[in-house]
């Protein structure tokens, strides 16, 4: 038995992987793997209308949303955005970016190439411990839009609110970079004008890119904006103004079923929590271990840890993967080590990590 705890690509759900495996030679008797298939042919088209309908199901995306499937990541979604958002008002304006970690900083240097940027709050100089107080952010008046990262992937910071925005901006839609916790927990998506996310953390495999939009957030694309990444180019043709990825898409649509058999989001939310709590709570009880980030901001997706002597990491991580538990090496910028749960963790992974937390200490403390 084996547990992944990769940042991502990530663990999928073993059912969803054994049920690509049987359909792969032959989908559903047509003859053909999904990934020979004509994206207009009939197969195809209720895959991908079936895995949209149920994403909207699952995520409850009221009906003036467009779902889009896209490529290039989060992080091409971050020069996209600009490109689509930052006319919004008529003319290039400046943008609001709410900087808590890694990936804030990132679609910040991002933006920047297309428009002004204002910082509106950061947590940088604490080291991304703790999301900033919302009664401290310094919100443009005419900011086109305001950007936050909703789950810091690498410094395991999590929004455990809905900042409220459209009051100090003349009604600025905000836009949330949700690609490693979107579908784990509940989400009142009519707070948000946009919501995007690559799949390969908590949906699927690497290669699809989630974008729920607004409809009056649609048809103000900057001139430069290339023709497949103009969010309304793409709601107009259904994602398929390109080729979309089939492949990936069907697989996304897999786990959307999985999900619904398993009771959709308010029981992963409350699986999501209870795991999260054992780990955290582990951590909390001894000193052999330690977590840098401020309690009511911990993500309930990503737990970095450390080790309390550092010399140890080689042998923890060696340890680690004799026990089947994989992919624990923290991410290069922040050290350490990284225990991703998503989804598709079950909680008796958790309880072997936090089983083999305890032995390592116990054979080193
Ligand atoms: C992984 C990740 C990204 C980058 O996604 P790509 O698919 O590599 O473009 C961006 N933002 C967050 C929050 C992430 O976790």
């Known amino acids: 038995m084996v547990y992944n705890f990769s940042a991502g690509p990530a663990v999928l759900p073993k059912e969803v992987l ?33 895995a949209l309908r149920d994403m909207r199901e699952l995520f409850s995306v009221p009906d003036n949303y467009k779902i889009l499937f ?26 609001d970016y709410i900087n808590t970690g890694s990936w804030s900083t990132k679609s910040i240097k991002e933006a920047r190439r297309y428009c002004e940027v204002n910082v509106a709050a950061s947590s940088e100089a604490g080291k991304f411990a703790r999301i900033p107080d919302r009664a401290d952010w310094r919100l443009s008046r005419n900011a086109a839009y305001v950007h936050v990262c909703t789950n810091e992937t690498i410094d395991g910071v999590e929004y455990q609110f809905t900042p409220e925005v459209a009051a100090d901006t003349d009604n600025a839609p905000l836009v949330a970079d949700m690609s490693s916790h979107i579908l784990s927990r509940a989400v009142d998506v009519s707070k948000y004008g ?37 969010w309304k180019t793409v709601a107009d043709n259904d994602s398929m103004y390109n080729t979309p990825p089939t492949y990936a898409i069907y697989i996304a649509g897999l786990v ?57 990491n080689d042998a923890f991580l060696a340890g680690a993967k004799e026990h089947g538990l994989l992919q624990l090496k923290g991410h290069k910028s922040v050290g350490g080590m990284r225990a991703s749960i998503y989804n598709a963790m079950p909680l008796e992974g958790v309880q072997a990590l936090v089983h083999y937390l305890q032995e390592f200490e116990r054979q080193n403390g």
Not at 29 to 44: F, I, P, T
Request: net charge negative; proline share 4%.
């Open 18 to 50: 054994q049920q690509a495996a049987d359909e792969m030679l032959d989908w559903h008797g047509s003859g053909m793997s999904v990934m020979e298939m004509s994206h207009r042919g009939k197969e195809y088209m209720s895959i991908i209308e079936t």
């Open 70 to 95: 896209m490529q290039g990541g989060a992080i091409a979604e971050n020069a996209i955005i600009p490109m689509n958002l930052a006319a919004l008002r008529g003319q290039v304006g400046v943008a």
């Open 194 to 230: 946009v919501i995007y996310g690559g799949a390969q953390k908590n949906i699927g495999p690497a290669g699809l890119t989630i974008v729920i939009v607004r409809d009056d957030l649609l048809g103000h694309a900057l001139p430069i904006c290339p023709s497949a990444f103009d």
């Open 256 to 312: 959307f079923q999985w999900l619904k058999r398993q009771g959709g989001v308010p029981e992963m939310e409350r699986r999501n929590i209870a795991k999260a709590a054992l780990l955290y709570d582990y951590l909390d009880s001894t000193g052999f271990y330690r977590t840098r980030i401020a309690s009511e901001c911990r993500s309930r997706m990503n737990v970095p840890f450390y080790l309390h002597d550092e010399a140890l």
